[in-house]
């Protein structure tokens, strides 16, 4: 942890440091195209906010459905990926969390997750190209399939060792979920109120997560007869319907459309 959090602040002081803003000035000058010169600025912060959130631009509001599936998967990903390997490949009875074995299926499963994210970093590099060519928004599609496939597979997984492969298309996704909706929110976006947006699409993200942690556990425990694996097949779902909804995203800004 230690570790962790002296990289997560250095990284961040490498960006203070380093990233050059635009000068106020240029970025009046970004904005001018973008004042509504009939609107009546309400007053008070909170009030700006509600005006801001009922007349988000209609790209962020269609996002809103692909970021909820994406990050409600995620979540589920995150917290019964332990137990359903545990108990679906590795053979622990459903109300064992502390055998040696159930131990064992924990630490492949942070060997696993390292996996994903190495895939993500490396993928995350390859996502220019590829939107280039085909698009972003049936890029991150295509991200969001290969996620799907990644975990819904790990139901019919036998031996621990092809959890990498399943990993592979969880890692295509979580590269593409942490870049390609912000790429194509940015295009749809007033200048002037690029920081407010941004913080408002924040929402689509923790608001799944909280929803996930509520809801999940009892779903698990009644619905799915308390097998964990069926969290996975149901991350995977969504992952699906994230796919077909972000085709549906509007995406004017797309560089393949201008080309």
């Given at each position: 942890?230690?570790?962790?959090a002296?990289i997560?602040?250095s ?8 990233t050059?803003?635009?000068?106020p ?14 609107e009546?600025?309400p007053?008070g ?6 005006k ?9 509001k269609q996002l809103?459905?692909?970021q ?23 053979g622990?009875?459903?109300d ?7 131990q064992?299926?924990g ?9 994903y994210?190495?895939?993500s ?5 390859m996502?220019p190209?590829i ?12 991200s ?10 790990i139901?019919?997984v036998?031996?621990?060792?092809w959890?990498?492969a ?22 749809a976006?007033?200048?002037r ?6 913080g408002i ?5 923790t ?11 009892p ?21 699906l ?12 800004d797309?560089?393949?459309?201008k080309?």
């Amino acid at each position: 942890f230690y570790i962790g959090a002296a990289i997560f602040i250095s990284a961040i002081l490498w960006t203070v440091f380093t990233t050059s803003e635009y000068p106020p000035e240029m970025q009046a000058s970004f904005a001018e195209g973008d004042e509504d010169k009939n609107e009546v600025m309400p007053s008070g912060g909170l009030m700006t906010i509600f005006k801001d959130i009922a007349d988000m631009p209609k790209t962020m509001k269609q996002l809103g459905l692909v970021q909820f599936c994406s990050w409600f998967g995620l979540f589920s990903m995150w917290v019964f990926t332990t137990p359903a390997v545990a108990h679906h490949i590795y053979g622990c009875a459903i109300d064992d969390s502390s055998s040696a074995t159930y131990q064992t299926a924990g630490d492949w499963v942070g060997v696993i997750f390292g996996v994903y994210n190495l895939v993500s970093a490396i993928y995350a590099m390859m996502l220019p190209k590829i939107a280039g060519r085909i698009g972003r928004r049936q890029t991150h599609a295509f991200s969001l399939v290969c996620g799907a496939i990644g975990l819904i597979s790990i139901y019919f997984v036998k031996d621990p060792m092809w959890l990498i492969a399943s990993m592979v298309g969880v890692g295509m996704a979580w590269g593409s979920i942490l870049a390609m909706p912000y790429a194509i929110l940015a295009g749809a976006l007033p200048v002037r109120k690029m920081g407010v947006y941004m913080g408002i699409f924040n929402f689509f993200i923790t608001i799944p997560q909280i929803v996930s942690g509520i809801v999940n556990r009892p779903l698990v425990k009644y619905a799915f007869g308390s097998e964990a694996i069926y969290a996975l097949v149901m991350a995977g779902v969504l992952f699906l319907i994230g796919a077909w909804a972000v085709m549906r995203v509007e995406d004017k800004d797309d560089v393949v459309l201008k080309s």
